[in-house]
């Protein structure tokens, strides 16, 4: 599941197919193209190999208008076959809560089921 969170440039096909239509890489930045015409810009703070841990936050295109906007993506080990990918997302104005639950918990089931997919669809070494 690391390979997936880690692999920035291909949120489009690895995390969020049909979500995300779009990558872009621009050094320390990340810009992410969406199905419904939108588009988002985050800068990209971590990527921790030892933690399994990649931080970001968004900086331009959020909708609802954001003021504030970081988030993290760690990948624990819960057996031997098993991992567990939290996500946690702080945002500001308060306000927008309803609108942005909405699409996290979008974005975290596309998520689970591409991971999933990937995960039953993969061969053995």
Same mark, same amino acid.
């Given at each position: 599941? =690391? %390979?997936?969170?880690?692999?920035?440039?291909?949120?489009? @096909?690895?995390?969020?197919?049909? !979500?995300? $239509? %779009?990558?872009?890489? %621009?050094?320390? !930045?990340?810009? $992410?193209?969406?199905?419904?015409?939108?588009?988002? /810009?985050?800068? #990209?703070?971590? +990527?921790?190999?030892?933690? !399994?841990? &990649?931080?970001?936050?968004?900086?331009?295109?959020?909708?609802?208008? &954001?003021?504030?906007?970081?988030?993290?993506? @760690?990948?624990?080990?819960?057996?031997?076959?098993?991992?567990? &990918?939290? =996500? #946690?997302? %702080?945002? $500001?104005?308060?306000?927008?809560?309803?609108?942005? /639950?909405? /699409?996290?918990?979008?974005?975290? @089931? #596309?998520?689970? @089921?591409? +991971?999933?997919?990937?995960?039953?669809?993969?061969?053995?070494?």
């Amino acid at each position: 599941m =690391w %390979d997936a969170v880690h692999d920035i440039g291909a949120v489009h @096909q690895r995390f969020v197919p049909g !979500y995300t $239509l %779009d990558t872009q890489i %621009d050094g320390d !930045y990340r810009i $992410l193209f969406f199905a419904h015409g939108g588009k988002i /810009r985050e800068r #990209i703070f971590s +990527i921790d190999d030892e933690s !399994y841990r &990649l931080a970001y936050a968004v900086i331009e295109g959020s909708k609802p208008p &954001l003021i504030h906007h970081h988030a993290s993506f @760690q990948v624990f080990a819960a057996n031997d076959n098993e991992s567990i &990918l939290v =996500w #946690i997302t %702080d945002f $500001l104005p308060k306000h927008t809560e309803p609108e942005m /639950r909405i /699409r996290i918990e979008r974005a975290a @089931q #596309i998520i689970k @089921q591409t +991971i999933e997919n990937e995960v039953k669809n993969s061969k053995p070494l």
